[in-house]
């Protein structure tokens, strides 16, 4: 399995919804992923998603 690396498109699953993103980050196990904007604070939503979940996309 190939690890995403920073500026990679993944689409990974949270909560039973399908969610797609750019990677900001990577780590040993897991990547952090920027997948929208808040609404309410005009902030950028950021998660982290293990190596395992997650599809590269371009």
Same mark, same amino acid.
């Given at each position: +399995?190939?690890?995403? $690396? *920073?500026?990679?498109? =993944? #689409?990974?699953?949270?909560? /039973?919804? #399908?969610? %797609?993103? *750019?990677? &900001? /980050? *990577?780590?040993?196990? #897991?990547? +952090?992923?920027?997948?929208?904007? #808040?609404?309410?604070?005009? %902030?950028?939503? =950021? &998660? =982290?998603? !293990?190596?395992? !979940?997650?599809? =590269? &996309? $371009?």
């Amino acid at each position: +399995m190939a690890n995403a $690396k *920073v500026g990679d498109k =993944i #689409s990974f699953k949270r909560e /039973g919804n #399908s969610f %797609e993103g *750019v990677v &900001t /980050g *990577v780590r040993e196990n #897991s990547v +952090m992923v920027q997948y929208g904007v #808040s609404k309410e604070k005009d %902030e950028p939503l =950021i &998660t =982290i998603v !293990n190596h395992k !979940n997650y599809k =590269i &996309t $371009k």
